[in-house]
């Protein structure tokens, strides 16, 4: 038998999406700051993460559910997980914000949910063909089909941040527009780091007694 991966939480998956940087200082540097955005993030999911379970309209939604795949090593937590007549999981991830969203960060939190979706999958032997997330600012949801290239596309997210907190070692800095709304902007300093040719010329000329 296999040896048990080590647990890589469900939240990496969208940090490293949207910045694999992000998600080293996160996961593998422990580092953390708050923001303006995320501070909204956690009012969102205020209700969600209490643990309980309703029923309404003939289904049975559970919030906080914990959710785990043994096969990708992924753990963490469903904010809310409606159960269908059939006991098929229909996983609803909230975030703050509209859903009218940039396509590439909108690609960030279909991974988590589709991620989510995986572990339900293996935890209930039921198919996950869909999910949704609702935005608080819109109250509305975005229903996200979990496509066979959605499905990959988590599979080797996981693979690759194992990879990255195996190797101990933090990606370089990016230094576009995703650093505008990161509340690891100081702490990252991209505009500083990301030009590391520079840095190292200059470091060599430092200690250059011919310059």
């Known amino acids: ?4 991966l080590d647990p890589i939480p469900l939240s990496a998956l969208q940090h490293w ?11 593998l540097e422990q580092a953390f700051e708050d923001n303006v955005f995320t501070l909204r993030g956690q009012a969102v999911h205020a209700r969600a993460d209490q643990p309980g379970v309703e029923v309404r309209a003939g289904l049975r939604a ?3 559910l ?3 795949s043994d096969r990708l090593g992924l753990i ?3 904010d809310v997980v409606e159960f269908q007549p059939d006991g098929t999981p229909y996983p609803v991830e909230y975030k703050h914000g509209s859903r009218n969203k940039k396509a590439a960060i909108a690609a960030c939190d279909d991974l988590q949910l589709a991620g ?3 572990c339900l999958e293996e935890m209930s032997g039921r198919a996950v063909p869909e999910g949704a997330l609702f935005y608080a600012t819109s109250k509305r949801r975005r229903v996200v089909p979990i496509t066979p290239a959605l499905r990959t596309a988590v599979e080797t997210a996981a693979a690759e941040i194992r990879a990255m907190l195996a190797s101990g070692q933090t990606p370089p800095p990016v230094n576009d527009e995703r650093c505008h709304a990161c509340s690891l902007r100081d702490l990252c300093q991209p505009a500083a780091l990301s030009h590391g040719a520079d840095l190292d010329r200059l470091h060599q000329a430092l200690f250059d007694p011919d310059i």
């Open 1 to 4: 038998m296999p040896e048990p």
């Open 17 to 27: 999406a949207y910045c694999p940087r992000q998600c080293a200082l996160i996961h």
């Open 62 to 64: 559970e919030r906080a």
């Open 66 to 68: 914990p959710a785990f």
């Open 76 to 78: 963490g937590k469903a």
């Open 116 to 118: 989510q979706a995986l």
